[in-house]
C-alpha cells in the first residue's frame, strides 16, 4: 500500500518502473514514446469503432433521413461520452481484482471474448450454423459472461486469512477455466438452436466454410438490388440487373444478353499450395500462443 497503492501486490508499475530506472536516458524516452503511442491508438481506434457503430446502426435506423453533417455531429458526441464514462471507470478499475490491472483486463476477456470466438470457429467450421444459432448463441454468452462480470465487481477478492463471501462459482472456478466452460456453453446453444431452425441454404455457404471452399460448380445467382432512400442524382445510369456466376474464388458477375459491354470479372482464386501454407502457418500460431497463454497465465 505504501508503495503503489494496492494490497496485493505492485505489479501494475513493474514495467514503467524497469523502463524508467534501467534503460538508458535515449532508450528511455523512444520506450516512453513507443508505450504513448500504443496507448493513443488503441483508445482511438476503440472511441471511432464504437461512435461508428452507433451512429451507422442505431441513429440512422431511426433518423433515415439525417444528413453527413449531423451523423459526423453525432459521432463526435458520442465519443466524448465515451470519453467521460471511461474517466469514471477508472474509479471502479481499481477497485476491482485489487488494482491489478493486468488481472482485470484479462478476466473481462475471459467473460466477453468466449462466445464471439466460438461463434466464428463453428461458422467456419460447421455449415449447418445458421443465423439463429449464432444470434442466440451470442445472447446467452453475453449474459452468462456479464453475470459473472457484475458479480466479480460485487465480490472482490480478499486479502490472505479473511473470509470470502463470493458465491462458489467465483471461489472454486478460475476466470480462464469459466472462459473454457462459456465458449463450451456457447458452442451447445449454437448447435441446439441451429438444428431446431432451418439451416441456410447452400448458396449462403459458397465458399464460406472450410467444407465449401472448392465448391467450384458454377451455378447463377440472382442478384437482389436493395432500395435505400436516398436522392436521386440527375443524369446517373439506372442500375443494370444480371446473374452472378459463382467462380472459384468470387462471385463474378454475369452480364446479360442485352448489355454485351458489361465488364466480366474474373477469378482471382489464390494458388492453392499458399492457401495451405498459410492455413497451416495460421493453426501452428494459435497452437504456440494458446500454449504460452496456458502456460504464462
Known sequence: ????????????????????????????????????????????SIFNSSSTLFTMDIWKKYRRGASEKELLLVGRIVTVILVVISVVWIPILQSANSGQLYVYIQSVTSYLAPPVTAIFVMAVFWKRTNEAGAFWGLMVGLAVGVTRMVLEFA????????????????????????????????????????????????????????????????????????????RRTEGCEPVRRGKCVRAPGFCSPRPNRSSPGTPVIHSTREDPFWSRFCCVNAIILMCVNIFLYAYYA
Open 1 to 44: 500500500m505504501k508503495v503503489c497503492g494496492a494490497e496485493v501486490g505492485c505489479s501494475n508499475i513493474a514495467f514503467p518502473k524497469l523502463v524508467i530506472e534501467l534503460m538508458p536516458s535515449g532508450l528511455r524516452g523512444l520506450m516512453i514514446a513507443v508505450m504513448m503511442a500504443a496507448l493513443m491508438s488503441s483508445l482511438t
Open 155 to 230: 465480490f472482490p477478492p480478499p486479502r490472505c486469512g479473511v473470509f470470502d463471501p463470493a458465491p462458489s462459482i467465483l471461489r472454486n472456478v478460475h476466470y480462464l477455466h469459466f472462459a473454457i466452460i462459456l465458449c463450451l456453453l456457447t458452442i451447445i446453444v449454437v448447435v441446439v438452436v441451429s438444428l431446431v431452425t432451418p439451416p441456410p441454404t447452400e448458396e449462403q455457404t459458397c465458399n464460406l466454410t472450410w467444407w465449401t471452399l472448392r465448391n467450384n460448380a458454377d451455378r447463377d445467382i440472382p442478384l437482389q438490388k436493395i432500395s435505400t432512400p436516398s
